[in-house]
């Protein structure tokens, strides 16, 4: 029951550095989606596949681009890592926009 | 202005105890209403989820109500458990078209024995 799988865990990284954050779910889910959390703040999507083959920006796309590989995988990558996009990342995915999401355990991000 | 707003922020309880999170929100045109819960370094877990039509939905000794006219949702925990602790998130789903998913900052939980 592996359900939503984030790799790496954790990762530290210095600024204008460029890192790829991998998602895998083996749900069959045909949506998946990128959140970031933030202290003080409610988790915030930063892009969303509502199927295999299309993406779209969420709140906060700025600074972030998406890969949906296939049905299963969808990456987050940072290219140019800046302080404010430190952060705890989480994948998600569901059925459909109205089904209740599954999350991964995220991944902590530091950008010094 | 879409927002989620839940209190208390924080609340601790015994072990046994009943307690009543609630969720006030001014999300426009509503879809359904999320609980999750959050234990510290995981990722959240859906509760409950209600569309317009549903008052109340229960999952365990968890209960979520929905009033649609006041805007106001509550989760009520009956007969609290240690592994109770944890941030309880309200989420508000804008529009069934859209994937667009408004979310509260939590109210964090502590069950003491």
């Known amino acids: 029951n592996a359900g939503v799988t984030q790799t790496p865990k954790f990762q530290v990284l210095k600024t204008g550095q460029s890192m790829t954050l991998q998602c895998a779910q083996d749900?069959?889910?045909?949506?998946m989606y990128w959140y970031r959390q933030d202290p003080g703040m409610g988790l915030r999507l930063i892009y969303y596949?509502?199927?295999?083959?299309?993406?779209d920006k969420g709140e906060v796309p700025n600074g972030y681009n998406v890969s949906r590989l296939n049905k299963r995988e969808f990456s987050l990558r940072l290219e140019s890592a800046a302080p404010s996009q430190t952060s705890v990342y989480f994948c998600?995915?569901?059925?459909?926009?109205?089904?209740?999401?599954?999350f991964g355990d995220g991944t902590r991000l530091s950008i010094l | 202005k879409n927002q989620v707003e839940q209190s208390p922020q924080s609340l601790i309880i015994l072990e046994g105890k009943n307690c009543t999170l609630q969720?006030?929100?001014?999300?426009?045109?509503?879809?359904?209403l999320r609980w999750y819960k959050q234990d510290t370094g995981r990722g959240p877990v859906s509760l409950t989820i209600?569309?317009?039509?549903?008052n109340t939905k229960s999952n365990g000794r968890y209960t979520a109500t929905l009033d649609a006219d006041t805007k106001q949702s509550s989760l009520h925990i009956t007969a609290s458990q240690l592994s109770d602790s944890a941030s309880y998130i309200c989420?508000?789903?804008?529009?069934?078209?859209?994937?667009?998913?408004?979310f509260g900052t939590g109210t964090r939980l502590k069950v003491l024995a």
């Open positions: 998600a995915s569901s059925d459909d926009r109205n089904q209740p999401q599954h």
């Open positions: 989420v508000v789903s804008a529009g069934s078209g859209t994937y667009k998913y408004i």
């Open positions: 749900m069959n889910h045909n949506s």
């Open positions: 209600m569309t317009f039509s549903e």
């Open positions: 969720c006030n929100y001014t999300v426009s045109p509503f879809s359904n």
């Open positions: 596949s509502a199927s295999e083959g299309t993406t």
